[in-house]
C-alpha cells in the first residue's frame, strides 16, 4: 500500500467518528442549558424601560372587562400582565394562581391591578377558557398576531410582566406561575415595585 492510499484510510476512519462526536457535543450543550439556571430568571432587555405604546381591543363576549391600552400601565398603580392563551397548556396550568392573585389582600389593599393579554388566540376560545375557568383580570387586551407581545420581548406563552406606576417594565416572569414561584419572587418583585413608585424617578 503506498501512502496516498494509507492517508486516505487513515481520513477515513477518522471521519467515521465524526457523527458520533457531534452527537456528544451537542448532548453536552443541552445539559449545559438544562442545568444553567431558572429559565424564568432570564434577563430582559426591556426592565427599566417605559412599556411600548398599544392600544388593543377588548374580547368579545366580556362586555364588562375593557381592552388594554399602554395608558391604562401609567395610572399610577402597579399592575401585573399576563400573556395567556387558551390552547397553551402551561397557561392552564397556572390559571388557578392567577385567580389566587387576583384575591390577594395585600395586592388589592395596594391596589395592584391584574391585566390580560390573549395572545394569538381565537377570540371565541379565549372567552370559553376565561368563563369555565375563571376570569381573574380587570383589563384584557386581544393581540391576534402577536404583535403586542413582540414589542414586550415575550418568548411564549405564558410570561408575565410587573409594571410600575409610572409605566416601566419592572420584571418579567418566563414560564407558567406556580404558588412558589408566586411566594418567593412575584410577590416580592411587586413589593419591590410598589416601594420604586411611593420613591418615584
Known amino acids: 500500500m503506498n501512502e496516498p492510499e494509507a492517508e486516505s484510510i ?10 458520533l462526536i457531534l452527537f456528544v ?21 426591556l426592565i427599566g424601560k417605559p412599556v411600548p405604546n398599544f392600544n388593543l381591543a377588548a374580547l368579545p363576549g366580556l362586555n364588562d372587562i375593557p381592552g388594554l391600552k399602554s395608558d391604562d400601565l401609567r395610572q399610577g398603580h402597579v399592575s401585573i400582565i399576563n400573556i395567556f392563551a387558551s390552547w397553551c397548556a402551561p397557561c392552564r396550568q397556572e390559571h388557578p394562581m392567577l385567580m389566587t392573585l387576583s384575591r390577594d389582600p395585600e395586592l388589592r389593599a395596594n391596589e395592584v391591578e391584574i391585566y390580560g393579554l ?20 380587570q383589563r384584557i387586551g386581544v393581540d391576534p398576531a402577536g404583535r403586542i407581545a413582540i414589542d414586550f420581548g415575550v418568548y411564549g406563552v405564558p410570561e408575565t410582566f410587573i409594571i410600575t406606576g409610572e409605566g416601566k417594565i419592572s420584571y418579567k416572569f418566563i414560564g407558567p406561575l406556580t404558588s412558589s414561584a408566586i411566594t418567593t419572587v412575584l410577590i416580592p418583585e411587586i413589593r419591590k415595585a410598589l416601594k420604586s413608585d411611593i420613591k418615584g424617578p
Open 10 to 19: 487513515e481520513r477515513r476512519s477518522k471521519l467515521r467518528f465524526a457523527p
Open 25 to 45: 457535543l451537542l448532548a453536552v450543550l443541552f445539559l449545559l442549558r438544562l442545568f444553567s439556571g431558572d429559565a424564568s430568571r432570564i434577563p430582559s432587555a
Open 118 to 137: 390573549s395572545y394569538k388566540d381565537e377570540p371565541e376560545n379565549a372567552k370559553s377558557f376565561l368563563q369555565d375557568d375563571g376570569n381573574p383580570f
